[in-house]
């Protein structure tokens, strides 16, 4: 089993940055790709970024590249989704998630594992 537990939400003017984290427990995270997700209002959920957690390989959706980074610490068993320029467009609840597929998915569907979320809301 895997435990994630995402922080570093709030509210945020346009322009300004943040950073969330998760933090990663349980049984052989090594294994694990780690996904960034979210989901705004009246929305479906969607991919943001993926980091393979062997070779640090990275993914980032179009809507984000460039903005956005993921990275982890393996020995701080932690991911990070550190987010710049940030736009009224990217307020959601953010989640992270563990997937044992290797590569870097982008379905939500190839990640097992799944934080309770965190509220990003970016004012105009």
């Known amino acids: 089993q895997v435990q994630l537990v995402e922080s570093g939400g709030g509210l945020v003017q346009t322009g300004d940055s943040l950073r969330l984290s998760c933090a990663v427990s349980?049984?052989?995270?090594?294994?694990?790709?780690m996904g960034w997700f979210r989901q705004g209002p009246g929305k479906n959920r969607e991919f943001i970024a993926a980091?393979?957690?062997?070779?640090?390989?990275?993914r980032h959706s179009d809507s984000v590249k460039g903005r956005f980074t993921i990275s982890r610490d393996n020995a701080k068993n932690t991911v990070w989704l550190q987010m710049n320029s940030l736009k009224p467009e990217d307020t959601a609840v953010y989640y992270c998630?563990?997937?044992?597929?290797?590569?870097?998915?982008?379905?939500?569907?190839?990640?097992?594992?799944w934080g309770q979320g965190t509220q990003v809301t970016v004012s105009s």
């Open positions: 998630a563990a997937s044992d597929f290797t590569g870097l998915p982008i379905s939500r569907t190839l990640y097992a594992y």
């Open positions: 349980g049984r052989t995270f090594g294994r694990y790709t």
């Open positions: 980091i393979t957690w062997s070779s640090g390989s990275t």
